[in-house]
């Protein structure tokens, strides 16, 4: 898993609550168990037609937002089901951050586990980066992990929380197995003392 330390990157506006886990990545995209090549189908019922065209309005299709690496969003963001297809799908596209007033727990602990930055804040705070964000691809907003702080494209500066815990994993790019191997040496003496003690095991 890639490191999350610092992000400087063009985030797009999604003023919408609610979204569900289905609208990031519908129900007959969930086959697949790779994390890859799902970025194509993020939000793909309101991306596309119904002739698989994309559809000029929406945010994630315009030309300035192409490229976004932070997603601003409305209340209650990754309801649902608990499908991780989700954060799949985010990251794929090339978003690492989102940022809205409140987030589904299941979402908000698998956003984590695949390398996304996931930043409650009070909704007033939420209202001030989505208009930073609704000037396009000249407003870039910054994120630091290590200081837990947003900084507008204006220079205004908001605070965040995030579990001690979480954080040093995405600071230091582990998810749940490697976590695991950083304790690979304890394990192999471990697996090598039972080989030992019980050979037939």
């Known amino acids: ?34 994390r890859s090549g799902l970025g194509v189908n993020l939000f793909d019922e309101m991306r596309y037609d119904d002739d698989g065209k994309e559809i000029p309005d929406f945010v994630l299709n315009k030309p300035q937002y192409r490229e976004a690496q932070i997603l601003v969003a409305g209340d209650n963001f990754g309801c649902g089901s608990s499908r991780e297809h989700a954060p799949w799908a985010i990251a794929d596209f090339g978003i690492t951050c989102v940022i809205a007033p409140s987030y589904a727990d299941i979402f908000y602990n698998n956003c984590f586990k695949n390398g996304i930055l996931p930043i409650a804040l009070p909704q007033e ?4 980066l989505m208009k930073d964000a609704e000037k396009g691809a000249n407003a870039r907003i910054e994120v630091d992990l290590e200081a837990q702080t947003i900084t507008s494209s204006d220079g205004e500066v908001f605070t965040f929380e995030v579990d001690a815990f979480k954080k040093h994993c995405l600071l230091n790019g582990l998810d749940d197995i490697g976590l695991t191997m950083e304790k690979a040496s304890a394990i192999d003496s471990f697996e090598a003392q039972v080989a030992t003690a019980r050979p037939w095991a």
């Open 1 to 34: 898993m890639q490191k999350f330390t610092k992000l400087s990157g063009i985030a797009a506006p999604l003023p919408l609550v609610n979204i569900d886990t289905d609208m990031i990545i519908p129900k007959q995209f969930l086959k697949t168990i790779k």
């Open 125 to 128: 705070q939420v209202d001030v």
